[in-house]
C-alpha cells in the first residue's frame, strides 16, 4: 500500500502550514521545498546534510539524528532518527525512528520505528513497528508489528503482528498474528493466529487458528482453533466451535457444541440439544400417559441418537386445575428389525401448576425421567411407541413431591 498525496492531506488537518506535501513511500523521496523557520545545529559535510538539534516553528531539512522540537510542524526529507516533537505533524520522506510524538500525525514513507504519539492519525508508507497510539488510527502500508493502540481503526496493507487495541476495528489484509481486540470487529484477509476478541464479529478469510472471541458471531474458511460466539461459522470445521448456534460445511475432524448445532457434512461430531445433519430426521410425536395427559413434541433423530423438545398438559392429577409443563430429551436407539427399535432416553421436566399453588402445591417444579421405549414403524411417515419408566419430581427449592413410574403412548408423524 502506498502513500499518496490525497490520502495525507485528507487526513492531517494542518499539513498545509508546513508548506510540505509527502509524497509515495520509496527508495529516493522529494518532498516539495517548505519555508524553514527554526534554529540548528547541522554538519554540512555529510551527505545528506544531517541536523542533530532543531529547535523552531516550521522545520525542513534533508535528515534528522538527534532532536527535533517545532511549534507547528517539522518535514524531513530523508530519515529521522531520535526524538521528534511537533503541534501539528512529524513528516519523514523515508523512515522515521526513535520517540515521535504530535498532535495531529506522525507520517513516514517508509518505516516508523519506536513510540508515535499523535492526536489523529500514525502513518507508515512501509511497516510500523514498535508502539503507536493514536485518537483516530494506525496506519501501515504493509503491516503493524508491536503495539498498535487506537481509540477507531488499525489497519495493515498486509500483515500485522503484536497487539492492536482499536476502539472500532483492526483490520489486516492479509494475517495477524498476536492479540487483535476490536470495539466491534477484527477482520483478517489471511490467516489468523493468535486471540481475536470483539464484541460483534471476528472474520478470518482464510484460517483461524488460534481463539477467536465475540459477543455476536465469528466467521472463518477454516477454523483449527476455537470459536466462541452466540453464532459461529466455518466452511471445515477442525477445531471447536462453542455457541449457541455453529454451523459449518465440512467437520469431520472437528466439534460443535452449542443449543444448535447444524452441519452439511454427515460425518461432523456434534454435542448440542439441537444437531442437524443432512440425514437427520424431524419429527413429530403426538402421546399421553399417566404423568402429562397430552404431549406434543418435535424430535430430531439422528444415526442412533435423537433429542426431543415438547410441551404437555396436566401433569397433575385430572381433578386437579390445568397444570403445563415443557420438557427436554435426548437418547439412543437401536434397530432391532427395519421397523422395530428399543429407545433409552433421559428427560428434563419443567411444571408450571398455575392455580394449583393455591390449593397448597408449588408454582413450579422439576422432574428428571429416564425411559425405556419401544417404537414400531408402520410406515415410512407414521409410526407409534409405548414407553415406561421412572419420574422424580422436586421443587426447586430441593423438597421432595413425588416419585413414581410412568408409562406412555402416543404416535410418530413424518
Not at 223 to 250: M, R, T
Request: proline letters at 2%; glycine letters at 14%.
Amino acid at each position: 500500500m502506498k502513500l499518496n498525496k490525497r490520502t495525507i492531506a485528507w487526513f492531517l488537518a494542518g499539513s498545509f502550514l508546513t508548506g510540505t506535501f509527502p509524497l509515495q513511500a520509496q527508495k529516493q523521496i522529494t518532498l516539495k521545498k517548505g519555508p524553514n523557520i527554526s534554529m540548528n545545529i547541522t554538519n554540512r559535510h555529510k551527505d545528506p546534510k544531517r541536523t542533530y538539534l532543531n529547535i523552531g516553528f516550521l522545520s525542513h531539512f534533508p535528515q534528522l539524528n538527534g532532536i527535533g522540537i517545532n511549534v507547528i510542524s517539522s518535514t524531513v526529507q530523508g530519515t529521522a532518527s531520535g526524538l521528534q516533537i511537533s503541534g501539528i505533524t512529524n513528516i519523514s520522506g523515508l523512515s522515521a525512528s526513535g520517540v515521535i510524538l504530535s498532535s495531529i500525525a506522525n507520517v513516514s514513507g517508509e518505516n516508523l520505528n519506536g513510540l508515535a504519539v499523535s492526536g489523529l492519525m500514525n502513518i507508515s508508507g512501509k511497516k510500523a513497528n514498535g508502539v503507536q497510539i493514536s485518537a483516530l488510527g494506525n496506519i501501515g502500508g504493509n503491516s503493524l508489528n508491536g503495539l498498535s493502540m487506537s481509540a477507531l481503526i488499525n489497519l495493515s496493507g498486509k500483515d500485522a503482528k503484536g497487539i492492536q487495541i482499536g476502539g472500532l476495528a483492526n483490520i489486516n489484509r492479509n494475517d495477524q498474528k498476536g492479540i487483535a481486540i476490536g470495539g466491534l470487529m477484527n477482520a483478517n484477509g489471511g490467516d489468523s493466529k493468535g486471540l481475536h476478541i470483539t464484541s460483534l464479529l471476528n472474520v478470518t478469510a482464510k484460517t483461524s487458528r488460534g481463539v477467536q472471541l465475540a459477543g455476536l458471531g465469528n466467521v472463518s474458511v477454516t477454523n483449527q482453533g476455537l470459536q466462541l460466539a452466540c453464532a459461529n461459522y466455518s466452511e471445515k470445521n477442525k477445531g471447536l466451535q462453542l455457541g449457541v448456534a455453529n454451523f459449518n460445511n465440512q467437520g469431520k475432524s472437528g466439534l460443535q457444541i452449542g443449543i444448535v448445532n447444524v452441519s452439511t457434512d454427515s460425518t461432523a461430531h456434534q454435542w448440542g440439544c439441537i444437531n442437524l445433519k443432512p440425514h437427520t430426521r424431524t419429527q413429530l410425536l403426538i402421546s399421553g400417559g399417566n404423568a402429562n395427559k397430552f404431549n406434543l413434541a418435535v424430535r430430531f433423530k439422528n444415526r442412533y441418537t435423537y433429542t426431543q423438545f415438547g410441551a404437555g398438559a396436566y401433569y397433575l392429577d385430572m381433578n386437579q386445575d390445568f397444570s403445563l409443563s415443557g420438557f427436554y430429551r435426548a437418547g439412543v436407539y437401536l434397530p432391532i428389525t427395519p421397523r422395530l427399535s428399543v429407545n433409552g432416553d433421559l428427560g428434563y421436566y419443567h411444571i408450571e401448576t398455575f392455580d394449583n399453588k393455591n390449593a397448597g402445591i408449588p408454582a413450579r417444579m422439576y422432574a428428571i425421567q429416564p425411559r425405556i421405549s419401544l417404537e414400531y414403524q408402520i410406515m415410512k411417515c407414521l409410526g407409534m411407541f409405548v414407553a415406561g419408566g421412572y419420574n422424580w419430581t422436586r421443587t426447586y427449592q430441593g423438597e421432595k413431591y413425588e416419585n413414581k413410574t410412568v408409562f406412555e403412548a402416543g404416535i410418530i408423524l413424518f
